[in-house]
């Protein structure tokens, strides 16, 4: 962990978890997958049904294709790979749809990320797939920060479709960007998601701000728990993190006393383990001196390349 954070002042890349992370999609969206889910079921000859929130928490950071395979499996049945097929597109057609109608822009959301976006190359890295994802960014205003080719799915962008907490979808987005593991940092809100980057050897934050109140204590420490580096509770206080590096780690101290008196302290008090020692000693992982160097995140991949000529191969899990 501390190697992780010792680290962060290199940070170029932010590939950022989708549902749950970007918006809170979670919850609609298994209103819509339930449906699907129980047609699953009746189609099995299952009586089992699910409500949205069970399979919530039963299935958050999987995909359906995981979810269906498990599901059937569980009733003593395998799915065709035709029918497999099939139930996939239909949960995608009728929870994207939703999605779509119900998703708003967040301005705690696009905001820190549209000022995060000239000094670091934003991804997604999701489990879901790229048309939900697609139209969930359209929906929130995000569209315009995350560039498609960007934009990674464990459903359509591995040769095979390759669900968290595997971590193959994040192996192949830091390939594809050929950027080191230490020059990305991944923000997951899920404990499936967290496992795949950290297994992907990808510095990691848990995120909790579409997590509700009551559920963020037990999610901060099952995230604490596969390794996350600490957990923000919002985008600002990532914002306000990776300014340390311009500041000398005063803003990173600001950001710990500012939280100290908010709701989310517990969370934020996690954030490096030196949180509860000291402002000095917190800014010292996140504020050595870093030179900016003034150029677009693009140029700064490039820029990222030369001077790590190893960093484009992440650790195996
Ligand atoms: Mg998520």
Not at 27 to 52: H, I
Not at 263 to 274: F, G
Request: charged share 20%.
């Amino acid at each position: 962990m501390t190697a992780q954070l010792k680290r962060m002042d290199a940070i170029e890349v932010l590939l950022c978890d989708a549902d749950g992370n970007l918006f809170p999609s979670e919850e609609p969206a298994f209103d819509a997958s339930a449906k699907v889910t129980n047609q699953l079921m009746q189609t099995l000859g299952s009586e089992r049904r699910f409500r949205a929130q069970e399979l919530r928490l039963a299935t958050a950071g999987q995909n359906f294709r995981t979810t269906a395979t498990d599901l059937a499996a569980a009733e003593g049945h395998t799915l065709t790979d035709d029918q497999l097929e099939r139930w996939v597109l239909e949960e995608k057609r009728q929870v994207s749809a939703h999605l779509g109608r119900v998703l708003r822009p967040d301005p705690e959301v696009v905001r820190p990320l549209a000022r995060l976006k000239p000094e670091h190359a934003l991804a997604t890295v999701s489990s879901s797939a790229s048309s939900r994802v697609d139209v969930c960014l359209e929906a929130t205003g995000l569209a315009g920060l995350f560039p498609p080719d960007r934009r990674y799915s464990a459903e359509d962008s591995l040769p095979v479709p390759t669900s968290k907490p595997d971590p193959a979808v994040y192996l192949h987005a830091a390939q594809s960007l050929q950027v080191g593991r230490y020059r990305a940092l991944a923000i997951e809100d899920s404990v499936p998601g967290a496992q795949s980057a950290v297994a992907a050897g990808l510095p990691t934050l848990g995120n909790v701000m579409f997590v509700a109140l009551s559920e963020r204590p037990a999610r901060t420490a099952a995230l604490t728990r596969v390794g996350v580096a600490g957990v923000i509770s919002s985008w600002r206080e990532l914002e306000e993190l990776l300014a340390t590096r311009r500041a000398g780690g005063l803003a990173c101290a600001s950001a710990h006393q500012r939280c100290e008196h908010s709701r989310h302290a517990s969370d934020v008090a996690q954030l490096p383990a030196a949180a509860s020692q000291s402002p000095s000693t917190l800014g010292h992982p996140f504020g050595g001196a870093v030179a900016r160097r003034g150029h677009p995140a693009g140029d700064r991949l490039g820029a990222a390349r030369a001077e790590d000529p190893v960093g484009n191969q992440p650790r195996a899990p």
